[in-house]
Nanobody, 123 residues
Framework: VQLVESGGGSVKAGGSVRLSCVAS????????VAWIRQAAGKGREGVAS????????CYADSVKGRFAIWQDSADYTGYLQMNNLKPEDTAPYYC??????????????????WGQGTQVTVS
């Protein structure tokens, strides 16, 4: 599985950013896609995930109401829309992918496939 991310950048507090993740190299129709970040000096935090078979989503409490995850199954792309950004949202954001059933879709430890990461900086 290969994951290619795009988006990110620098934005003022209160602004918005959209991240994209194109996946390839898999055949299963139901998979998990998540966005996971790791701020400086902190552990990895899963902020949003989606099960592509049903579009079921879940979010970390820290981003609920501000972030939205969805997928476009036609072009195997996952998206993360981030609104009302705060300085504490600053981190590299990684797209992660897994084909098995996950007990905790927001846990970074559940994911075997990762993108290269894209930086989001909020000032």
């Amino acid at each position: 599985v290969q994951l290619v991310e795009s988006g990110g950048g620098s934005v003022k507090a209160g602004g918005s950013v959209r991240l994209s993740c194109v996946a390839s190299g898999f055949t299963e129709s139901g998979n998990y896609v998540a966005w996971i970040r790791q701020a400086a000096g902190k552990g990895r935090e899963g902020v949003a995930s989606i099960y592509t078979g049903t579009d079921r989503t879940c979010y970390a409490d820290s981003v609920k109401g501000r972030f939205a995850i969805w997928q476009d199954s036609a072009d195997y792309t996952g998206y993360l829309q981030m609104n009302n950004l705060k300085p504490e949202d600053t981190a590299p954001y990684y797209c992660a992918f897994q084909v098995n059933y996950l007990t905790d879709p927001l846990s970074a430890n559940e994911y075997a496939f990762w993108g290269q990461g894209t930086q989001v900086t909020v000032s």
